[in-house]
Every structure is written in C-alpha cells, then in structure tokens.
C-alpha cells in the first residue's frame, strides 16, 4: 500500500525511519565489539559480549520504534488494513454488505431530496406561512381547479375581513404574444392575468419598474405589461431602456412598465386541467377586453374557479382567518342568489404545492423507509452472523493478550469502513437516482429542475446505518469483555454456535424483513394493477392515430362570432382536405378531460334546491365531432353542415345524461336550457349562454370526460358557430391520421398559416400521449415502488439466505449425526426448510397485517381495485414464500449432501 | 539475559539515566556506545547501563529537545550517531542535579541517622 506508506512518511517527516534505529544499533554493537576486541577478547567472544551488554535488541527496537511515533495512528493504521483484508478475504459477505448499505442509503436519499424539494421546501418568499390560497367549496367540495371565489365575492371579502392584508383573483391565459411588432410570427405564451396585488401578495418586487396599479384592472386601462426577468434576459438583452417599450399580446399593443425577479415558483401558476406546465413569464393587469365580458357586475359572482391568493396579517391564525371568511361567505350567500350553498376554505400556499403527487409521494415516502429498514435489518443480520463466526476468533486473540480496546478498535474499523464504502456508494445511486427522476418527469414536478441531493437527508440515513452497523457489528466486542475464553473456544470448537440469545435475534430480524418485504410487495402489484386498469380504460372513443392542437385567434383580427366560426370552418375543411387526414374537428373539449362543466334547466327535472340543479359538461364542437372522435350516435341524428347560425339550436346528450335526467321519457325531441334555471334570477346577457334554449336531436355514448379514473360525467354538446356568446378564439383542432399522426404537425401548420400567418399552433399532443400524461403520475408512482419491492424482495432473500445458510453450516455436524444415524436426504432437506418456512410464513402473516391497517392510505390511489384485494394478497405472499423456499434450498441441498464422515472429521 | 550475574555492579535507579546521559554529554558530542561507556568508566565501574535501554532514553531526550543528533565518524572510523546538549539541555542539567544533590543529601541524612 504506497499510498497509505507516502501519507505516513510526510506527516511525520521529523520522526526516524525504523532502519536508522536498526543501523544506530548496529553502530552500537560493531563499537563496542571494536571497544572489547581493544581490552583482548577474541572476534567471536567480543560479538557475543557487545550482544549481551546490549540486552534484547529486538526488544529496543521495538520500544525504540514505539516512542518515536504516534502509536494509536500506527494501530489504526493496522485496523483498516487488516479490516480491508478481512472484507477482500470474504467478498460475498462484503458485497452483500455493501449493496445493502448502498441500495438503503442512496434509495432513500435520492426519494428525501424529491419530496424535500416537493413538499417541505420553504417558499422563496418573505414570511411564506401567511400566504394562502383561497378556495370556495359547494356541498363542501372545491369548486373546479383552481377553485378561487369569483373576483366579485373576492372583492367583497378583501373589502371586509379583519384578518388579511390583501387579497387576489387572478388567471393565466395561453396568449399569442409577439415581442416586435410585425417582425416575427407570435408564440403562444401563458400570460398571467394578475393584480399589483398578486405581486404585493408575494412580496416580489419589480427589479425595475412598478407593479400594476388598481386603475390598471378596469378594462381599457389594462394596456402594460410585466415581463420576467429571464424574458428580459433572452429577449431583451437586458435592455436598461427596457420600460415604456411595447410588446404585442393578441395583437395588441401592451407597454412593458416591470420587470419582475425570476422567483415565483412554475407550480405555483400551473393549469392542471389541460395538463399546461409551460412558466408564466408574461403579466398583464386582471382586466378584461375579452369575450367573457365584465366581471365586475352582479353576473359575474356566479364566475368561480379562479386562481387565488391572500395574504393574513402577522398574528392571525388561519383559524380565525377561516373563521373571518365563513362569516362574511354567509352574509354574501344570504345577499346574493349566485352565492347560495357558497362557502370558503383555505389552505396554506406551500401545501398547494403537488397536492395531486402529496398522496403519491408520501406512499413512496413510506416505501423508501421500508427499504431503509430492510437494508439495516440485513445488516445486522450479517454482522450478527459473521461476528458470532469471529467470536472465536477474538476470544482467541483475548486469550493471546490482545487488549480489550484493540479489539474493539478493530471491529470498528471494520464497520467504518464497510459504512464508509457502503455510503459511497449508496451517494452515487442518490446521484443517480435523482438525476434520473428529475429527468423522468420533469413536467410532473417542475420543482425538480432545481433539485439536487439533499446533505441533511444524506447524513441522516448514512448516520442510520451506522448506528445499526455499530450497534450489531460491535456487539460481540461488548460481549467479548465479559467473554469466558475457555468456555467460547470450548464451545466454538464444537459447534461455533453464538447461543440461542443470538439466534433468536437473527429469527426476529428475518421475520421483520420479509414482513416488511412484503408490504412492499402488496403495494407495487396493487398499484401496478391499477394502473393498468388505468391505462386500459375504455374512453368511449376510438383512441389510435387521433392528434390535436390548440390555436388562438385574437379578438382585434377576430372581432365577432361569424368571423371565428368562419375561419374555424374553413381550417378544418382543409384539414379534411389534405391528404393523409381522415378526419377533423374543431372543439373546445376533447377526451379524457373536459373542465367546463354548466349548470343546465330542464324541464322535465324541476329543481327547487341549488344542489338539485342539473349539470353537464359542456362543450363546443363542430359537425365533425363524433365522426372525428368515433363516439357512436345512439339514438336520433347526428350534428350536420345544414345546422348553422340561422337554424335553430341544437344538442347532443349523452347516455348518462340521459339517464340521470330523463329516465323515463326520450329525450329526442326536448328542449333544454344551457345555463342556470330561473330560480337563480341570474340576469340574462351575463357571461354563459343564458338565453340559449337548445334542442336535443341525437343521444351519444359515453366518454370519458372527468378524467381517467372518475366515471364519465354527463355530457351535453353544442355548435359553436349557434352560440355566439360563448365562440371565444380560443379552439382546438382534432385530427384523426392515417398513419402516424405527428407527421401531420407541418401540414397541419401550413394550413394554419395559410389562413393567418400570425397564428401560434400549440400544445400538440396525441390522444395517448394526453392518456399516458394523465396516467403518468401514477405509473411513474408505481415504477419506483415497484423498483423498491423488488429491492426489498431482493434484499429479504439475501438475509434469509444468509441466515439458513449460516444455520446450516452451524448444525452441519448435527446434521451429519443424523444422516449418519439414518435420516434420509428428504429429511434433512425438510428440517432445514422448515427452519425458514417457519420465519417466512409469521413474517408474511405480519406483513399482511401491516398492509390491512395501511389500506386507507392505499385506498386514494388505487383504481377498479381494493387495497385488501384477496387474490394480490394470496399471490403477493405466494411469491415470497416460494422466494424464501428458493433462498432456502440452497443451503438445506448443501445439508442434504453433508457427507457424514467428512464433516465429523474436520470437527 | 541481564548482566546482573556476571558483575556485582549497581542498578540505576528509575529516572537518573536521563541525568547521566546529559552529564555526560556536557564534555561534547558523544554516541551511543561512548555513552554507555563513560558512565561505567566515570562510575568507577559501579554503575551499569544496559546497553538496549539507552535508546530509548536518548530517543526520549532528543525528542524532548534536550539533546540534539547527527549521524557521524568515530575515533575509530565507524559510522555513528553522536548525540550532543542543546542549550535547553544544559539548563535542565542543572535543575537536575541541584535537585538530585538536594534529595540524595536528604535521604542521605536520614539512612545516616537510623545506622545512629
């Protein structure tokens, strides 16, 4: 080992070499010879006198060497090499160790990081427990995501309550934003539509410029921008002249009046719904010049579901805040008819954060220190065997006059140094690990673009593993004070056996992991089960080779209706046109999500109650719709070109509306009123179609529409082009290919540009890739936990193995006896196998108890499946059993072959 | 293997070779073997040091600072480490022997009062 050997020399350069004390020695003898040879003696007598003057020169040497050093650096030295021979001399123990300690380690530091970066991060902004989300709840429930009262009711809350300092509606909108005017074709941005209060609120000030002010919301005024300072960067070049240039948003003209710092977090704004994860880099005032009209009419009260943020004085509790709230949610429902059966909730903005992955991640939480467990459980396991091996092995150094100190010092070394290897290489699987989560699912989790391993969660399970290994590793060095050296050498020379204390605490390890594994088992078939379920839902449509788009047209170019429907004909009739194109529609709604659901007045269904009164989802659509989608037409007729603005109004219901609503008569034939029924004495001309009466001419079947795993909602489409209240410019294109459909993406554009070359084509995506999207979060989920259970299984199988096979080895003697005594080889292949099945079936009937009592944190997460599934439970545990029996065998075979008088000889 | 056998001389006392190297070295630069030697000689012959035990007393005084060494020449041609008094030394020679002189004159009239 030269490099130990050149660390040595350097840092005790000022000391001697052990060869000058030889050669000073020497000096000595040959002197004195020389001195006695002088006085008359003879060579030979004078050597043998020097020699004997001098006393044991071994012995000078050594005490010579011993003071001229650092003896407890020379022994720990010693320590770590003996340890690192001992760990080569047994490779598979060491291997086994290593990984074990690795796989617990770098597991769980890598799932920590994640979830610290996902969920327990502070928020970068200044004093972040006082930031909260505002929610209004109907029947207690959140109104749709992002679930914030409507900018009326927000109003008068901030106007009113005594607990916050500001409050704030506000949205974010895909806008087709150009940074020069006429220079380069507009891209479609998500542009936050936001209040001077949203910064306020936060606590994010301009880096240069000033935040909107109150006369900035009212529609008109709303004309200035502020831009991100990483679009100040790369579309600006950090222009210092920066404000009071303008940049174009729809088309028109907004002057740039800040630029704000990059430190709002990207989740925090993210659009769920349509699975939008891009950042919001561009803000304008919350004022309208849209089609949805104003919002700050009596009307508008009815208009939930935005997002929204407030922030408590210093002091106020988010009880009393709550409290606060309800109180005046309860005068605006008394006052106001729009606001009957409204309340509200909070919750605090740093725990908004991933809330659909919390469930997830916290199961993964659990998961990942099940396997830590394990790992420490293994651990233990082989340094209780191994060191109940050794025991002979110190008492007899005892017995040879090693110090009690030395032996523990050397054990030590031991351990420090597997923990030392097993930690290195426990961080590189972190390293690993989170760079590959990070890169698996990065829309997932934003957050993860930051991430990095997390120290403190490094230190904590490296400090857990060292414990176990410190506290098994030397508990044969404690035991070896009190150590009977005759008794154990005896002893180990008969059968090597630790005595039954040991044994029984190597029986409870192994019980505890395959308990534990199992759990883990359970969990992974289960999930991986209902993603599969998941992903295999039957949608209702035809799912291959369909694509869509997402366009915008601005409502400067835009102006009315007539000119979006006709622009939305004319796209899709050339889509229809070119070749490779099947089908194509123009929609606002598309399987498996929908997001806009309407309340409906039928009246077949009288409703005197607000929880009464029916709703659908509702969309928009062309005539093109089923046949693009292949939704089958029940009953009635289909949409047709002959429906248009003039005719009278028509609708498509399906089955399940149908059924909730008219489940006696047929619906073909009645009318119906898209908005809400009278009784609400809601003033006509306010935002939905309130005055749209509709004919219902077809029933559909069903699809899904409330996402993958609800059952489909009912569903109630119209034409865009009959209600022009609610033909905004904002569509999407659904095409069905011949082949592969993202070849279509140039064409598709072209044609686009054909009709307006300024026009952003956006968000294109595949029907699956939507489904795989929406399934992703779980089926990332169960990849990992699928990935831990078999880690665990792994890790169970290993100690399992490690213990039968040191069992066997240990009663190799008595097997011996017996088969020399008679015992066939399927008796002794039975005792040894019982042995383990024995652990193997009290540790799965454990663990199956521990998944009973988890199944309520399962139950949320899992899909057409209950977490006490019997058949996965049986599978589960049959699967470990015969895991077990397999690591058993090995070594009940190896029993099995004892030859008698071999193994009672080398006794 | 002691030498006790052979000769009738006297043991040192724990503690008084450090004292004996360091007289001795007071007349200039002296190894090992010269060491051994002049305490013998200048004892009359009634003191003696086994050889083997100081190194480490010399390797215990070097490393203290008391005594410097260098590798040299002897008289007689042989390579050898010569050991001499660092200033330190010298001044621990004298507190030394003030307080030997001090404690053998003590015990001196103590052992002379019981023979009374």
């Not at chain 1, 350097?10 to 020695?25: L, T, V, Y």
């Not at chain 1, 070394?413 to 890169?439: C, D, F």
């Not at chain 2, 006297?10 to 051994?36: C, M, N, P, V, Y």
């Not at chain 2, 480490?81 to 030394?89: A, I, K, Q």
Request: aromatic content about 8%.
């Amino acid at each position: 080992m030269p490099g130990l050997r050149w660390i040595r020399f350097n840092s005790f350069r000022q000391k001697r070499k052990p060869g000058d004390f030889g050669a000073e020695i020497e000096a000595h003898l040959q002197l004195e010879k020389d001195r006695l040879r002088e006085e008359g003696l003879n060579d030979e007598d004078a050597g043998g006198a020097a020699r004997l003057a001098f006393g044991n020169v071994t012995h000078a040497q050594e005490r010579l060497y011993e003071s001229g050093r650092r003896l407890w650096w020379d022994h720990f030295w010693q320590d770590i090499r003996y340890a690192l021979r001992m760990l080569r001399k047994n490779p598979g123990f060491t291997i086994v160790a290593v990984l074990t300690l690795a796989l617990g380690i770098g597991a769980n530091t890598a799932i920590f990081s994640v979830i610290e970066s996902v969920l327990f991060r502070p928020l970068p902004f200044s004093n972040p427990d006082q930031i909260l989300r505002v929610y209004s709840t109907q029947n207690g429930n959140r109104v749709d995501a992002p679930g914030g009262p409507s900018p009326m009711d927000m109003r008068d809350f901030a106007q009113s309550n005594h607990s916050f300092e500001k409050m704030a509606v506000y949205d974010t909108w895909r806008k087709n934003v150009s940074f020069a005017s006429g220079e380069n074709r507009p891209e479609q941005m998500r542009v936050g539509l936001v209040p001077g209060a949203y910064f306020e609120i936060l606590d994010v000030k301009p880096i240069m410029g000033r935040v909107f002010t109150e006369d900035e919301s009212w529609v008109g005024k709303n004309y200035v921008a502020a831009i991100s300072a990483q679009v100040w960067t790369n579309r600006f070049a950090r222009d210092r002249e920066i404000l009071g240039r303008k940049i174009y948003i729809n088309d028109e003209p907004y002057t740039i009046v800040a630029v704000m710092p990059n430190v709002i977090p990207e989740w925090m704004d993210q659009d769920s719904t349509n699975g939008d994860h891009s950042a919001v880099q561009i803000w304008t005032p919350f004022g309208f010049a849209d089609a949805l009209g104003d919002l700050w009419t009596e009307a508008g009260r009815r208009g939930r579901g935005w997002y929204s943020l407030g922030r408590i004085k210093s002091g106020v509790s988010m009880e009393q805040a709550q409290g606060d709230l309800a109180t005046l949610a309860a005068g605006l429902a008394a006052e106001h008819p729009a606001d009957r059966g409204i309340g509200v909730a909070l919750e605090k903005l740093s725990d908004s954060r991933a809330s659909n992955m919390r469930p997830m991640l916290l199961l993964l939480m659990g998961a990942v220190t099940l396997i830590l467990l394990i790992a420490c459980v293994n651990l233990a396991n082989l340094l209780l065997a191994r060191n109940s091996v050794r025991e002979r092995e110190l008492a007899m150094r005892a017995a040879l006059g090693a110090m009690r100190g030395r032996l523990v010092c050397q054990l030590l070394a031991e351990t420090l140094l597997l923990s030392i290897i097993g930690g290195a290489v426990g961080l590189l699987l972190a390293l690993l690990g989170v760079a590959s989560l990070s890169k698996m699912r990065p829309e997932l989790m934003p957050q993860l673009a930051s991430l990095g391993v997390n120290w403190r969660v490094l230190l904590f399970t490296i400090g857990a593993s060292l414990m176990t290994s410190l506290i098994f590793g030397l508990g044969p060095a404690a035991a070896g004070a009190r150590l009977n050296l005759v008794e154990t050498l005896k002893l180990g020379s008969r059968s090597g056996t630790a005595g039954s204390g040991a044994q029984r605490m190597r029986n409870v390890l192994v019980v505890t992991e395959v308990a534990m594994s199992l759990m883990l088992l359970v969990g992974a078939s289960l999930l991986i089960q209902s993603v599969a379920r998941l992903e295999h839902q039957p949608l209702g449509i035809r799912q291959d080779h369909l694509m869509k788009g997402h366009f915008y047209l601005p409502g400067v170019r835009y102006p009315n209706p007539s000119a979006i429907t006709r622009f939305c004909d004319q796209f899709a009739d050339r889509l229809r046109a070119t070749p490779g194109i099947v089908e194509a529609t123009v929609t606002t709604i598309f399987p498996p999500t929908n997001g806009w659901k309407q309340m409906l007045g039928i009246p077949e269904h009288p409703a005197s109650r607000i929880q009464d009164i029916p709703s659908a989802e509702f969309g928009l659509t062309d005539a093109h719709f089923l046949k693009t989608f292949g939704i089958p037409l029940i009953r009635g007729r289909n949409f047709s070109e002959t429906d248009n603005a003039t005719t009278p109004p028509v609708a498509l219901i399906s089955q399940e509306l149908e059924r909730m609503y008219y489940s006696t008569e047929d619906a073909i034939g009645r009318r119906i009123h898209i908005g809400p029924p009278q009784l609400l004495q809601i003033p006509p001309g306010a935002i939905i179609t309130d005055s749209a009466d509709v004919t219902i001419v077809g029933v559909i079947g069903n699809f899904r529409n409330n996402g993958l795993a609800a059952p489909p909602e009912p569903q109630i489409i119209v034409l865009y082009s009959q209600h022009p209240l609610v033909n905004y410019g904002f569509k999407d294109v659904v095409v069905r290919a011949a082949s592969d459909p993202h070849a279509l993406t140039p064409e598709i554009t072209r044609e686009l540009h054909t009709l307006d070359s300024d026009m952003p084509f956006a968000q294109v995506k595949t029907i699956d890739e939507l489904i795989e999207q929406q399934a992703g979060s779980h089926r990332f989920t169960t990849a990992l936990l699928a990935l831990f259970a078999a880690a665990g299984l792994m890790l169970a199988t290993v100690g399992i193995y490690g213990v039968v096979s040191f069992l066997v080895a240990q009663r190799k003697r008595e097997l011996a006896i017996r088969v020399a005594v008679g015992a066939s080889v399927a008796e002794v292949l039975w005792l040894v196998l019982k042995q383990g099945l024995q652990m193997a079936l009290v540790g799965a009937s454990i663990g199956l108890v521990g998944v009973w009592a988890a199944q309520k944190l399962l139950n949320g997460l899992l899909f057409g499946i209950s977490a006490v599934d019997p058949v996965t439970f049986a599978a589960a545990a049959g699967f470990l059993l015969s895991v077990v029996m397999m690591a058993c065998w090995v070594p009940a075979r190896r029993a099995s072959r004892v030859d008698p008088c071999v193994a009672l000889r080398a006794e | 293997m002691s030498t006790q056998e052979q000769d009738n001389r006297l043991e040192l006392l724990q503690g008084t070779l450090d004292l004996l190297i360091l007289r001795t070295l007071i007349f200039g630069s002296q190894h090992g073997q010269g060491i051994a030697r002049a305490i013998l000689q200048t004892s009359d012959e009634e003191l003696l040091v086994e050889h083997g035990a100081l190194y480490p007393a010399l390797q215990r005084l070097e490393e203290r600072g008391l005594i410097s060494a260098k590798w040299g020449i002897s008289t007689n041609n042989r390579k050898a480490r010569f050991y001499s008094l660092t200033p330190v030394g010298r001044k621990q020679l004298v507190k030394e022997t003030t307080k030997w002189n001090r404690l053998t004159a003590a015990i001196g009239r103590i052992l002379e009062s019981e023979e009374v």
